[in-house]
């Protein structure tokens, strides 16, 4: 009787483990109003901490070089998304036109579609008899996008508002929450592989963003530049989308084909120079899938299975700020789990 109970536990035990999975992945759904700014906070935080301590090494005081720091980021991040403002609102006028243009090419290439589509319009007449023709039709209004817009605004605000302040805070005291967490650790070992993993991934975390953004930033300039020998108007708006898109690995990539093929139906009227435009970015995206690995090492590269699923995982969570939370996620966690004995099964399976 007691060998049968035993032999129980560890069946229980991996039940519970599902259960608690499950339960924190519905808090993580549940509180993705406030689990969102705290993770952007945290990645931020690991990335921009050197920077704090490379100006607290300078006998600078430790509030003003978080203060100099954050407001560095602050006015290069806005002065880059204001510079693209002015030329997005001008091109969405254009996009009627390109989508139109799109499906004027495609019922070219296939005419056996128009004629598809009008059966299928002769099918609902026949199928709409006299006494449904006689019932009145009630839709509802959707709100408009300007409503939406305005609805959606204060949240958006906040959560900005929290991610700033959380940033000030853990850049300002994280480093005594580490030692209050080392603190509580049972063991020596354990409390020298948090200090040494916390270090680890504030380091290589913040290398490995800034590395990433620098090949994204070339990327982005040089789609730009082959855009303006194409003649394709606003080169650099494009080029910056293209290289903010290319942080969410496969999903980003498709997305920028997809803008680009109505970019290129926008500028030009035949179908051969418009394929030309999301084209040049197959090639670069392929040139930089190559290069990246020998410029960031494999070191920190991620399986893409687990990197699929992982996308998978946080755009169900969070939505689009899933997406631009995965890769940063993995990659935190790839690095600690390096320098913690313990959790080397989890560094095995994030290992490409």
Not at 56 to 81: D, H, I, K
Not at 188 to 201: M, Y
Request: net charge neutral.
């Amino acid at each position: 009787m007691e060998g049968s109970v035993v032999a129980e536990h560890p069946t229980r035990n991996r039940l519970l483990a599902a259960i608690l999975a499950l339960l924190v992945l519905y808090a993580c759904t549940a509180a993705a109003a406030l689990v969102v700014p705290l993770l952007f906070a945290l990645l931020l935080s690991l990335m921009l901490a050197p920077a704090v301590r490379l100006l607290s090494g300078w006998r600078l005081p430790r509030v003003l070089a978080v203060l100099l720091v954050m407001l560095s980021t602050l006015l290069l991040v806005g002065s880059l998304f204001g510079s693209l403002v002015a030329p997005a609102r001008s091109w969405a006028e254009q996009v009627p036109m390109a989508i139109s243009r799109i499906e004027q090419a495609l019922s070219d290439l296939r005419p056996s579609l128009r004629e598809a589509t009008q059966a299928g319009e002769q099918l609902a007449r026949l199928a709409d008899i006299d006494g449904e023709r006689g019932l009145q039709r009630v839709v509802e209004a959707a709100p408009s996008r300007m409503a939406q817009m305005l609805q959606a605004t204060p949240g958006a605000l906040g959560s900005l508002m929290a991610t700033l302040v959380l940033i000030f805070i853990f850049l300002l005291r994280g480093d005594g929450l580490l030692r209050k967490l080392v603190e509580l650790a049972p063991e020596l070992h354990l409390k020298k592989d948090i200090v040494l993993a916390t270090h680890s991934a504030q380091h290589e975390l913040s290398t490995y963003m800034i590395t990433i953004t620098i090949i994204n930033s070339v990327l982005g300039l040089l789609l730009a530049t082959v855009l303006w020998f194409l003649g394709v108007v606003e080169p650099l708006l494009w080029g910056a989308i293209a290289g903010i898109l290319n942080f969410i690995p496969f999903v980003g990539p498709a997305m920028v084909i997809v803008i680009l093929t109505v970019v290129g139906f926008g500028h030009f009227t035949t179908v051969l120079p418009a394929l030309a435009v999301p084209a040049a970015f197959v090639v670069l995206n392929a040139l930089e899938e190559l290069i990246t690995p020998q410029i960031v090492g494999h070191r920190l590269a991620l399986d893409p299975i687990v990197v699929f699923l992982a996308l998978m995982l946080c755009a169900w969570l969070w939505g689009p700020a899933g997406l631009l939370l995965a890769m940063p996620l993995l990659t935190c966690a790839r690095i600690i789990a390096e320098r913690i004995p313990s959790w080397s099964p989890l560094a095995k399976l994030l290992r490409a």
